[in-house]
């Protein structure tokens, strides 16, 4: 069984904090690792994906990944409003497995 | 650029009655194809995913099937829908080495 960990929160910031979303996996094997944010009723879209152990970022995302301790996490710097959603994490091995997301509220 | 559209984004069906999902995929070729379900506060279960014309793989056993019979086409089906069938069911298609990608969704509703 492929599993993909998330806290299912609700996490809450202030608008301009730093969010940060984190996700454990079992299976040593996976290779690619992406992170989604899920808007209430709208199907889940692609932010940021991370193949190499370190940090990549994309404005004010930053996905970091850790293989040794199957770790991946997301950083949003300076939220906003419309930060507000669920963060799906994802890792692929052979497959796709998704955790089961991450609602994050960022407070005005 | 690559689309992906799936169809329709919203039913309401009877216990029992039948089930066609369609999912479309436009601007690349040959791409894995996959179903998968989101049960209202669950996380994304993978159902079928395809790997080309008429290759269907089963995740977990269930009231449903898939079919792939145009290579950027893929189909979810079922002869008699349960109640536990509801939930928001996703189509997604791969180049095969990268991210995922997803169709709009379609919610299902049975009574």
């Known amino acids: 069984q492929k599993e993909v960990e998330q806290n299912s929160g609700p996490l809450s910031v202030p608008e301009g904090a730093i969010a940060s979303l984190n996700c454990t996996y079992s299976?040593?094997?996976?290779?690619?690792f992406f992170w989604y944010r899920q808007y209430s009723g709208k199907s889940p879209e692609l932010i940021m994906f991370?193949?190499?152990?370190g940090d990549k970022e994309d404005g004010r995302f930053t996905a970091q990944l850790n293989k040794a301790s199957q770790y991946v996490s997301l950083l949003i710097r300076d939220s906003q409003p419309s930060d507000s959603a669920t963060y799906l994490c994802?890792?692929?091995?052979?497959?796709?497995?998704f955790g089961t997301g991450t609602s994050l509220t960022v407070i005005p | 650029s690559q689309t992906i559209h799936q169809w329709p984004a919203t039913l309401v069906q009877p216990v029992g009655s039948p089930l066609s999902l369609e999912c479309t995929v436009e601007?690349?070729?040959?791409?894995?194809l996959y179903w998968y379900r989101q049960a209202a506060g669950r996380g994304l279960q993978l159902l079928f995913y395809?790997?080309?014309?008429?290759?269907i793989s089963s995740e977990v056993p269930q009231n449903l099937s898939a079919s792939r019979p145009q290579d950027r086409q893929f189909i979810l089906s079922s002869k008699k829908l349960l109640l536990s069938d509801s939930g928001f069911y996703l189509c997604?298609?791969?180049?095969?080495?990268?991210?995922?990608?997803f169709g709009e969704g379609s919610r299902l509703t049975v009574l």
């Open positions: 997604a298609w791969s180049p095969g080495v990268g991210e995922l990608f």
């Open positions: 299976d040593r094997g996976s290779q690619s």
């Open positions: 991370i193949y190499s152990n």
């Open positions: 994802a890792v692929k091995g052979n497959q796709f497995y």
């Open positions: 601007g690349t070729s040959n791409p894995n």
């Open positions: 395809s790997v080309g014309i008429g290759q």
